[in-house]
Nanobody, 114 residues
Framework: QVQLVESGGGLVQPGGSLRLSCAAG????????MNWYRQAPGKEREFVAQ??????RYADSVKGRFTISRDNAKNTVYLQMNSLVPEDTAVYYC?????????WGQGTQVTVSS
């Protein structure tokens, strides 16, 4: 049974930082590409970042500010978010695709506000 559990969200002021974590289980974590998505109120879910074995790929809106990483020994993927702006406010989701199926965590809320 695939499990994805996000944590680390919260309220942060503009310019601040947060680190999100996604603890994964139920599949061979180190063999799979992991993704972060986000969904802001009234908007569609959008891609944020992806990591294969060690190479990250980013949406243009977060490039240079966010860093995705993984710890295969802990079955965990991280999203370090710096220089946050109000437009980053959203629920952030961890995602993996296995045999054509997409699996999602429950999400963690990130609110950027003064």
């Amino acid at each position: 049974q695939v499990q994805l559990v996000e944590s680390g969200g919260g309220l942060v002021q503009p310019g601040g930082s947060l680190r999100l974590s996604c603890a994964a289980g139920g599949f061979p974590f180190s063999d799979n590409v992991m993704n972060w998505y986000r969904q802001a109120p009234g908007k569609e879910r959008e891609f944020v970042a992806q990591i294969s074995r060690s190479i990250g790929r980013y949406a243009d809106s977060v490039k240079g500010r966010f860093t995705i990483s993984r710890d295969n020994a802990k079955n965990t993927v991280y999203l370090q978010m710096n220089s946050l702006v109000p437009e980053d406010t959203a629920v952030y989701y961890c995602n993996v695709r296995l045999f054509g199926n997409a699996y999602w965590g429950q999400g963690t809320q990130v609110t950027v506000s003064s």
